[in-house]
Every structure is written in structure tokens, then in C-alpha cells.
């Protein structure tokens, strides 16, 4: 082959492997956007599910409705029946947690709406935790649109949680989710009494316990970002295989803070009465620089509390040199120790 064959297959083979590399960082960066997409898939299709759930629970309306309207305690006309505004100022209730009927809960607490005070509905061993809202606030067409709309969605987030701040520092709380509205005083006792078997089960397996979450994060990377003369002044060679070398790297630096990851939640869920891993978080919802490499949550009794965040200190002793950072917080409600069966009642 002459000489200037050669060279061209060898030109033709160099721009090969480095489209092969940036096919690659292409590849990576497809995965890194996909991800995102899904992600945002994902919190619609759960703002989707919690509108489908409060659609349910606020039965529509019928044009000539019967003298008493029609409840969650009674069972709709099969037929689809046309749409009605609902009057304005009409109530509904606002359920943020299930508690004891025999617990007193000292002081008085505003609720969502701050003009209406927070009460208790009993039912035999049972009462929720509830309060008066406008009803038009909480159909599914004003959700929607509060749902979008981050100062709402904040506000009533802070006052769900310190309506259960409250509840939970004076009793066992079953915490229900965010905007659990039933049209009727009806509806919420009804659903106290269908869910009684598993409502009265939870209770008694919350009792003195709390979740604790603890978060894990690694370090960001320190590399320098490559300026256009740091790649200038390599070959098209050693420009492939020092990209080459970092990503190795970052994926071994990976794999390893996930392996220490799953080293450090077992530990602490031996410290705990039952834990989990739920997803992970971006840095921009964690608000820490790190990658997060762990969201676990731990249900802790009382009397194991001191010894649990010692575990998390010694952990955090243990992993600190090797770039991990443990962070606790809590106590919270224990949203993901509720069993699995009482997710019908919201």
C-alpha cells in the first residue's frame, strides 16, 4: 500500500475512535436528559394520580340532585350525569391525620384554610384529624391550577406539616397525604370506619416511633473544567484516552459511594424498627452541591433515638475521608411506614 494509503487509513481510523468517543459522551449526555424527562413524566403522572384520587373522593354533582346530595357514604348513580358549579363557599373537610379517638390534643390549631380551627371526628376507637375548606378550592379544575402555582402548593405543604408537627408531638399520628379532602363530614367518618382493621393496626405499630431520614452525598468532583487549550495541546490520541481515563474514574468513584451507600443504610436499618430507601434526589431538590448517593428513612422508637444518631455520628466519622457526608433530619411524620392498604383512604 503507498504511503499516502496509509496514512489516510490511519487519519480515517483516529477520526473513527474519536467519533466513537463523542458518541459516547452523546450517549451519556442523551441518558442525563432522558432521565430528566422521565422524571418530569413521573411528577405528572403523580400529580395526575392525586387528582384522580380527590376526584373520587369529591363526588361529581348532578344537574337535579336529590334532597340529601349524594356522599361517600352512599353509592352514586351508575350513570354519567352532566357537570354543576358547585356553589360557592361550600365546605368540605381537609383530613391530615387519623389518631386515637381517646387522645385530647391541647391548644388550638388553624388548619389550611386559617379562618377555620382544627377538629377531631371520632368513630368508635378512631377520629381524624380535619378541618373546614371551600370546596371550590379543591375540585380537580382549581387543583390543577394550584398544583401549578409553587407559592400555593408551599403554603398548604407548611400547613399540612405543622398541623402533623402538632398532632405528633402529643399522640401516634397516621399522616395523610397532602390535599386528602372529603366532600362530606359523611365521607371522612365513613372512611374511618371502612379502613378501621388497618387504621387501628398502623396505629399501634407507630405508637413511640418517628421516620428519620438520613441523606447521603459525595463530594462534587474537583477536576477543572478543560479550557480549549488544555485540549489543543494534546493529540487526538491522548486526548481519546485521557477522556477515557475519567470516565473509568468516575464510574469506579461511583460505584464505590454506591457500595458505601448500601454498606451505611445497612447498618442504620439495624439500628431502626423498619427502614427504606426512596429516590434519590437532584441538587437543585436536596439543595446540597453533592451528588446524593443515598435517601434513606429509618422508623426509630423513642427509646432507640440516642443510639440511632449515634450510629449515624460514627458513620459519618468512618465515611468522612473518603468524600461522604451523612446528613439526619427529622423526626417527621412516618408517611412511609403507613401500610399499604390505608393508600385507598386518600
Not at 487519519?11 to 442525563?32: C, F, G, Q, V
Request: charged share 30%; glycine share 6%; net charge negative.
Amino acid at each position: 500500500m503507498p504511503r499516502s494509503d496509509d496514512s489516510l487509513e490511519r487519519l480515517r481510523a483516529a477520526i473513527d475512535e474519536l467519533a466513537a468517543m463523542d458518541a459516547a459522551d452523546l450517549l451519556a449526555e442523551a441518558r442525563i436528559e432522558a432521565r430528566a424527562r422521565v422524571r418530569a413524566s413521573l411528577t405528572d403522572a403523580l400529580a395526575h394520580s392525586m387528582l384522580e384520587r380527590l376526584h373520587e373522593q369529591l363526588p361529581e354533582p348532578v344537574d337535579e340532585p336529590p334532597a340529601d346530595p349524594p356522599t361517600r357514604d352512599q353509592t352514586p348513580a351508575p350513570t354519567r350525569t352532566p357537570r354543576r358549579a358547585e356553589p360557592p363557599g361550600e365546605p368540605a373537610w381537609y383530613v391530615y391525620g387519623v389518631i386515637g379517638a381517646d387522645t385530647e390534643l391541647k391548644g388550638s390549631l388553624a388548619g389550611v384554610d386559617p379562618a377555620q380551627p382544627v377538629s377531631i371526628l371520632r368513630v368508635q376507637a378512631l377520629a381524624a384529624v380535619a378541618s373546614r375548606v371551600p370546596l371550590e378550592e379543591f375540585d380537580e379544575a382549581r387543583l390543577r391550577e394550584h398544583l401549578a402555582d409553587m407559592t400555593w402548593v408551599e403554603a398548604t405543604a407548611r400547613a399540612h406539616e405543622r398541623v402533623l408537627d402538632h398532632v405528633r408531638e402529643q399522640t401516634t399520628v397516621i399522616p395523610m397525604r397532602m390535599c386528602t379532602v372529603y366532600r362530606t363530614e359523611g365521607g371522612v367518618r365513613e372512611m374511618l370506619h371502612r379502613e378501621a382493621d388497618a387504621l387501628t393496626e398502623a396505629i399501634e405499630r407507630l405508637r413511640g416511633k418517628a421516620e428519620w431520614g438520613v441523606k447521603g452525598f459525595i463530594a462534587p468532583d474537583g477536576d477543572a473544567p478543560e479550557t480549549e487549550s488544555d485540549t489543543g495541546a494534546l493529540s487526538g490520541a491522548a486526548y481519546m484516552e485521557r477522556k477515557r481515563t475519567e470516565r473509568e474514574r468516575h464510574q469506579h468513584a461511583l460505584d464505590l459511594a454506591e457500595e458505601m451507600a448500601g454498606a451505611v443504610h445497612d447498618r442504620l436499618s439495624r439500628a431502626a424498627d423498619d427502614a427504606q430507601v426512596i429516590a434519590l434526589q437532584r441538587p437543585e431538590v436536596s439543595g446540597h452541591d453533592g451528588a446524593m448517593i443515598l435517601n434513606g428513612v429509618y422508623l426509630v422508637a423513642e427509646e432507640s433515638l440516642r443510639g440511632f444518631l449515634a450510629k449515624v455520628d460514627a458513620l459519618q466519622s468512618e465515611y468522612e475521608s473518603q468524600g461522604i457526608e451523612l446528613v439526619p433530619t427529622g423526626p417527621w411524620p412516618a408517611y412511609n411506614f403507613v401500610p399499604g392498604t390505608i393508600g385507598a383512604a386518600w
